[in-house]
């Protein structure tokens, strides 16, 4: 776990503000949700699918651009729910 959050930390900081800030955002929340030994269960699933989110244009353009545009807020809420519920089989806390 400390290596996937050093490396999400590192990517995090090769982003402006604003981008750190929104992805701040949905990660913690979502993360919030999960039993800390779920995560560290999950954790080399939830990193492959955090890179593979972290892929996506669209997902990055809703981190990116009018960070409180509430059209590209709930995209990226949708789009890391989605990817919570993938890696922890909706099985939250």
């Known amino acids: 776990m400390?290596?996937?959050?050093?490396?999400?930390?590192?990517?995090?900081?090769?982003?402006?503000?604003?981008?750190?800030a929104s992805l701040w955002?949905?990660?913690?929340?979502g993360l919030s949700r999960y039993r800390k030994q779920l995560v560290e269960a999950r954790a080399d699933v939830l990193r492959a699918e955090f890179y593979s989110l972290m892929a996506d244009e669209e997902f990055i353009r809703s981190i990116t651009y009018g960070p409180n545009d509430m059209k590209k807020v709930r995209h990226r809420f949708e789009a890391a729910k989605a990817m919570f519920e993938e890696v922890f089989d909706a099985h939250p806390a």
Do not use: P
């Open 25 to 29: 955002d949905v990660m913690t929340t």
């Open 2 to 20: 400390d290596d996937f959050l050093a490396k999400a930390l590192k990517r995090m900081n090769d982003l402006d503000a604003a981008d750190n």
